[in-house]
């Protein structure tokens, strides 16, 4: 786990339009990056074309085009580095689930198309929805699921990025989870 003040200084020279900051910024949470999007990718089930790095390099991309962000800390990076992996996910959902409907593109052999299942593309798109009425009802619950279910963040790891008690974390986890799934029944995990 990289230095959190080297982290922070590199985030706000980042932040400043520096390049040669991101390009060391990117090597330094590479591998803790790397973590977040296998937990992620193997959490989806069924096969899945985006690989971790895959999707390590989409968040970069995305991360990189918010220049104006002003980066607080290593928190505030892993935070919103969970929200844009959501995004990638989100994205491949709605793609999958387009094609789905669009029959002329069922016999496509585009990967990407095929990656995930038409039902999981559902569950994904039916939590984002389910996750944004959350987020009315209670930012941080909803904050704390993202972090957790996208992000495959540790109870630890989540209290520490969203500057709570582990306990806060355990309640709000336990909370939101119980009202996702009577809003989604079918949802098989979270």
């Known amino acids: 786990m990289a230095h959190s003040e080297d982290l922070t200084a590199l985030l706000q020279a980042w932040s400043t339009g520096n390049g040669a900051a991101g390009e060391r910024l990117m090597a330094l949470v590479y591998d803790e990056l790397k973590v977040l999007s296998s937990s992620r990718l193997r959490a989806h089930g069924g096969?899945?074309?985006?690989?971790?790095?895959?999707?390590?390099?989409?968040?970069?991309?995305?991360?990189?085009?918010?220049?104006?962000?002003?980066?607080?800390?290593?928190?505030h990076f892993f935070a919103i580095a969970a929200t844009v992996m959501r995004r990638v996910l989100l994205d491949q959902a709605r793609r999958r689930h387009s094609a789905r409907r669009d029959r002329r593109l069922e016999s496509s052999e585009n990967p990407e198309q095929l990656a995930m299942s038409g039902e999981r593309a559902e569950q994904l798109l039916s939590l984002d929805s389910a996750l944004d009425r959350l987020e009315a009802l209670s930012p941080r619950q909803a904050r704390v699921i993202e972090l957790r279910y996208f992000g495959g963040l540790s109870i630890a790891e989540a209290a520490e990025m969203l500057e709570i008690s582990e306990a806060t974390v355990k309640r709000d986890w336990a909370l939101a989870r119980a009202w996702l799934l009577s809003q989604l029944p079918a949802l098989d995990e979270l």
């Open 47 to 75: 096969p899945v074309t985006l690989q971790a790095t895959e999707l390590i390099n989409e968040a970069y991309l995305r991360l990189s085009a918010q220049s104006d962000t002003d980066w607080q800390n290593r928190s």
